[in-house]
């Protein structure tokens, strides 16, 4: 629609109220974004949204990897997924969505370990066998990997399951906040552990 003023008083067009509703909210977040400001609650619903749709899976799995239960496991996701809520309206996109979901979601997993650390020599598998997704074929292989990373300290079960999830060392270390030398160190370390773990 073309926009006509006329400012002799004899008439002009009106912009949509649907275009100036999003003009609005344009310069809204573009003056939150220069000022500091939290985001609207639109957008932070909408960024939360597509954090879990897009990284949901990721949080399962890694909860799973620091769980012992099925009540562990839940109540490590509702907190997770509580934290990145309230955390939303800190993300300032200075690392990827992908980072920070990662970095919050071990930071409470590895908080709630060492809040409820307790030695555990075996983990509770039977009733978790279902909680993410595996090749049915690696089934056994799977969980007797998983009991093994649960022995391992949370720093290194932390990067070992980043590694698990194929991230690179680069993204290991952005992530944890140790070195890309100290990462490599570090699974080289963990896999002869896990190796001498597993063929016990």
Known sequence: MDITLDYSGAGFSFIPRGMIRRCIAFLANA???????SPSPTIIKQRYAEAVDAYGALIDRLCF???????????????????LWES???????????????????????????????????????EMADIVDYQPDKKEIFMELHEAIGLLNPLDKA??????????????????????????????????K???IMEK
């Open 194 to 196: 896990l190796k001498t």
């Open 65 to 83: 990897g620091y769980a012992n239960t099925t009540a562990d496991f839940d109540d490590l996701k509702q907190v997770v997924l509580l934290s």
């Open 88 to 126: 939303m309206p800190r993300f300032k996109e200075e690392c990827s969505m992908k980072t920070w979901v990662y970095r919050l979601t071990l930071n409470v997993c590895v908080s709630s370990l060492r809040k409820n650390y307790r030695k555990v020599t075996t983990v509770q598998l039977t």
């Open 31 to 37: 003056v939150s974004a220069l000022t500091g400001a």
């Open 159 to 192: 990067i070992m399951i980043l590694w698990l999830e194929e991230e690179s060392y680069e993204g290991i270390a952005e992530i944890t906040g140790v070195t890309k030398a100290n990462v490599a160190t570090r699974i080289h370390r963990a896999k002869d």
